[in-house]
């Protein structure tokens, strides 16, 4: 019977795994919509580049957390995530077609991006 209730637990919480993936890109990717809408020099051109720049932002995020501690995001870790915040929204240019930004729309675009995510309800981080 415990066995049985740990299989139970176990699968349980593998779903749980997979829809907060899930939540986190979709919560991405109406972050980066409504900040690219919002900052100047800030274009992702179709629905698809916005898709995979959510997921390329999210890994990227992940993996600097991952090896080094620190989260990307600017009302989280002050000015390095800030910084973070920018570095990843300006590389993200170079992994996904049909989404361009300069140097000055990062930093604005990670001030707009940190205040959206803020105010965006629900735990986001992975």
């Known amino acids: 019977m415990s066995d049985n209730q740990s299989n139970t637990q176990t699968s349980q919480t593998g779903?749980?795994?997979v829809g907060q993936i899930i939540t986190?890109?979709?919560?991405s990717a109406i972050v980066l919509a409504i900040?690219?809408?919002?900052?100047?020099?800030?274009?992702i051109n179709s629905i698809w580049s916005l898709a995979?720049?959510?997921v390329v932002l999210t890994v990227i995020?992940?993996?600097i957390a991952k090896?080094?501690?620190l989260q990307?995001?600017?009302f989280g870790k002050g000015f390095v995530g800030f910084v973070l915040a920018a570095v990843i929204l300006y590389v993200t240019q170079f992994f996904v077609a049909g989404y361009t930004?300069?140097?000055m729309a990062a930093i604005v675009g990670a001030v707009v991006y940190g205040i959206i995510d803020y105010f965006i309800p629900g735990e986001q981080r992975m």
């Open 15 to 17: 779903m749980g795994t």
């Open 24 to 27: 986190r890109l979709v919560v």
């Open 35 to 43: 900040t690219a809408f919002f900052t100047p020099g800030f274009s």
């Open 52 to 54: 995979v720049a959510a």
């Open 61 to 63: 995020d992940y993996l």
């Open 67 to 69: 090896f080094t501690g």
């Open 72 to 74: 990307a995001s600017p």
């Open 101 to 103: 930004i300069s140097w």
